[in-house]
T-cell receptor, first 113, second 111 residues
Framework: DGGITQSPKYLFRKEGQNVTLSCEQNLNHDAMYWYRQDPGQGLRLIYYSQIVNDFQKGDIAEGYSVSREKKESFPLTVTSAQKNPTAFYLC????????????FGPGTRLTVL | GIQVEQSPPDLILQEGANSTLRCNFSDSVNNLQWFHQNPWGQLINLFYIPSGTKQNGRLSATTVATERYSLLYISSSQTTDSGVYFCAVVPRNNAGNMLTFGGGTRLMVKP
């Protein structure tokens, strides 16, 4: 099946710990994105990557880091520098140009204890 | 940056009723998408509609790009239509295909 997978579905972490969220796609899409959603809100862009080994900051990149070593994978690390990391994280992908549809994974719910 | 406003913020319908959701945006766009977020958080693509009109079953959408708004029509609503509906756009001057989301319309369909 073609699609976007995210793991884990739920994640708990203690304050001060870094944690990495996984995002994989088999749609052969060039571009991948990470969004954050807080309760009752819309989504906000954290990072995006249009091509392997390149990525750009979005609107709320502080406290997060990413890598893009493979076309299929775009992991997000939530660092201890992120002041309020508890949120729902969604990964998306597209063929890359402004005129193409984005598709989303099922998301990861991160809770900081 | 571009502003995206959705209305109404909340909507309660009786099963079988029709509804119209609105999305206004403040600048020209290359891309406009409508999504339905189900109770488990999954974002389901409804329409990719930077301009024109599309229909898919009981749902249809119209975007009037020159007037900077889009409408999502839900006919004969069902309880499974409940959830949050998001409009998201890519501004015309945006090279990275980055979506800017509206605040959503929370729909509850009662049996």
């Amino acid at each position: 099946d073609g699609g976007i997978t995210q793991s884990p579905k739920y994640l708990f972490r203690k304050e001060g710990q870094n944690v990495t969220l996984s995002c994989e796609q088999n749609l052969n899409h060039d571009a991948m994105y990470w969004y954050r959603q807080d309760p009752g809100q819309g989504l906000r862009l954290i990072y995006y990557s249009q091509i392997v080994n390149d990525f750009q900051k979005g609107d709320i990149a502080e406290g997060y880091s990413v890598s893009r070593e493979k076309k299929e994978s775009f992991p997000l690390t939530v660092t201890s520098a992120q002041k309020n990391p508890t949120a729902f994280y969604l990964c998306a992908s597209s063929t890359g140009t402004s005129y193409n549809e984005q598709f989303f994974g099922p998301g990861t719910r991160l809770t900081v204890l | 940056g571009i502003q995206v406003e959705q209305s109404p913020p909340d909507l309660i319908l009786q099963e079988g009723a029709n509804s119209t959701l609105r999305c206004n945006f403040s600048d020209s766009v290359n891309n406009l998408q409508w999504f339905h977020q189900n109770p488990w958080g999954q974002l389901i693509n409804l329409f990719y509609i930077p301009s024109g009109t599309k229909q898919n079953g009981r749902l249809s959408a119209t975007t009037v790009a020159t007037e900077r708004y889009s409408l999502l029509y839900i006919s004969s609503s069902q309880t499974t239509d409940s959830g949050v509906y998001f409009c998201a756009v890519v501004p015309r001057n945006n090279a990275g295909n980055m979506l800017t989301f509206g605040g959503g319309t929370r729909l509850m369909v009662k049996p």
